[in-house]
């Protein structure tokens, strides 16, 4: 007779502990620092947007200032007439990005479950930093300037990019079970804000010297994580001799611990009796296809809602740093640091609402809960006082109740749907499910990026925070 399911649990709790070796500590670093460094190159882009917008459009001159001559030599950097326009165009490049990156996600998803996810993951860290380069330093040191050129490198950019998160979150959930998951993804799922943060600072600290060297300090520490994530990181237990996931004595301990924890458990009694993998006799599980994993429960609806959640969370990530600038005067290297706060909040509320979710053993009602208090925050943002403590404090807390639930959504519930039953424990889905997930959130991110471009040059900034809260109410009606 099975046992209730928190009886069921408790082997698999303590199990997070006894089984926990260095190698697991040493998996959990190199990917956590991976995406940071993945995100940082991401961030400088968004904390150098006033001095890029400075250089690509005419100082004022006086009447009195000499017209230097040829004009087309003198001004060769001048893309745009306004910084209207050359804001608009810095939407599109997000947005371009976005796009790409989101068909990337798709793509790198299957390549991971195919492919060695080490060379899958150091390829795409050490080939953006090189594209990085060429777009913010190589280019202004060269003084050549080429809307389509840019256009392309940041496609190429979002599509390299995109092998980072379905490869670390497949390693992750190579590594870890269900027991903890919530506590132990939400604190790892801080990679991104600290990488947000590291970003950050390292542009910070060089943007007096020209925005070209916060590109280059970015890309070659990126390109350096890379090379140490070649040589350093363990895909799977079994490669150093330790039992994967679901290979212990008892079959059903594992089994339940990689159940997701979204459903009613009828509801999964139900599923439990069919598979939508048929049976193999080899030991070494297949990769799951992409149009099998669309049809694991929950994983269109997730991936639909956080299309929403992305949307609001990126818009952050990619312009608030422009938006302290811009509309309370603050200088960019001042706005570069106090942007810092929001991916705090990211972070403590990701783990704080991981736990949680552990506890209570669901993760939809914590989600809700969250974004209940995200719209309070986010008006109570957008009326925030030329204060810079207490714009600190409301975005800290907007942080934590936006950057919070897309932390879990895109690390622990995402493992939760690639390791369900359904899929009879196969490391092979986790990268594709993951992708899907994060590629539809990244398509909502995308239409998102150029819509506050829009919104904010017709409408002004109030109207993009009324649009932000209409986003995460649309996130609270799917689930």
Same mark, same amino acid.
Request: proline share 4%; hydrophobic share 40%.
């Given at each position: 007779m099975a046992l209730p399911g928190n009886l069921r649990?408790?082997?698999?709790?303590?199990?997070? #502990?006894?089984?926990?070796?260095?190698?697991?500590?040493?998996?959990?670093?190199?990917?956590?620092?991976?995406? $940071?460094?993945?995100?940082? $190159?991401?961030?400088?882009? $968004?904390?150098?947007? #006033?001095?890029?917008?400075?250089?690509?459009?005419?100082s004022c001159l006086n009447s009195t200032a000499p017209e230097l001559r040829p004009y087309e030599l003198w001004n060769s950097s001048h893309l745009f007439p306004n910084a209207e326009a050359a804001t608009l165009f810095l939407g599109t490049l997000d947005t371009i990005f976005l796009f790409s990156y989101a068909v990337g996600l798709f793509v790198s998803g299957i390549v991971g479950d195919r492919l060695n996810l080490r060379w899958v993951l150091s390829f795409g860290m050490c080939s953006s930093a090189l594209v990085v380069f060429i777009f913010g330093t190589l280019t202004e040191w060269l003084h050549f300037y080429n809307k389509w050129l840019y256009c392309c490198l940041w496609v190429v950019n979002g599509l390299l990019q995109s092998t980072g998160w379905p490869c670390v979150v497949a390693v992750m959930g190579n590594w870890f079970g269900k027991a903890g998951r919530g506590f132990v993804f939400g604190l790892w799922s801080a990679c991104a804000s600290v990488g947000n943060i590291l970003g950050a600072f390292l542009a910070s600290c060089v943007l007096k010297y020209g925005y070209e060297y916060a590109f280059l300090v970015t890309a070659s520490v990126q390109f350096a994580g890379g090379v140490i994530v070649f040589f350093g990181l363990l895909t799977s237990p079994k490669e150093v001799g330790l039992p994967e996931l679901g290979a212990d004595e008892d079959g059903r301990m594992e089994e339940d611990a990689n159940r997701p924890l979204m459903g009613d458990d009828d509801a999964d009694d139900d599923e439990r009796n069919y598979s939508i993998q048929a049976a193999d006799t080899d030991n070494q599980p297949k990769a799951i296809g992409f149009f099998q994993a669309c049809c694991l429960p929950g994983v269109v609806l997730y991936s639909l809602a956080y299309a929403c959640l992305k949307m609001v969370n990126y818009s952050f990530f990619f312009w608030l740093p422009f938006y302290l600038s811009n509309n309370f005067g603050w200088k960019e290297a001042e706005a570069d640091q106090l942007s810092i706060w929001y991916d705090v909040g990211g972070i403590i509320g990701g783990t704080i609402q991981g736990l949680i979710s552990d506890v209570l053993q669901k993760r939809a009602p914590v989600l809700a809960i969250s974004l209940l208090f995200a719209v309070g925050s986010l008006f109570g943002y957008s009326r925030s006082p030329n204060s810079k403590p207490i714009n600190a404090v409301i975005m800290a807390i907007t942080g934590f109740f936006i950057g919070g639930p897309s932390n879990m959504i895109s690390s622990a519930i995402s493992a939760d749907l690639g390791r369900q039953d359904l899929v009879k424990g196969s490391s092979e889905a986790l990268a594709t499910v993951t992708g899907i997930v994060d590629g539809t959130g990244s398509i909502g991110a995308a239409v998102g990026q150029y819509l506050v471009s829009l919104i904010q040059e017709n409408l002004r900034w109030m109207w993009v925070f009324y649009f932000f809260i209409l986003m995460v109410s649309n996130f609270l009606l799917k689930i």
């Open positions: 649990r408790q082997p698999a709790n303590r199990g997070l #502990v006894s089984h926990c070796t260095h190698h697991h500590i040493v998996v959990f670093l190199l990917t956590f620092f991976s995406y $940071s460094l993945l995100h940082a $190159s991401r961030k400088t882009f $968004s904390n150098v947007k #006033v001095s890029i917008s400075s250089q690509w459009t005419p």
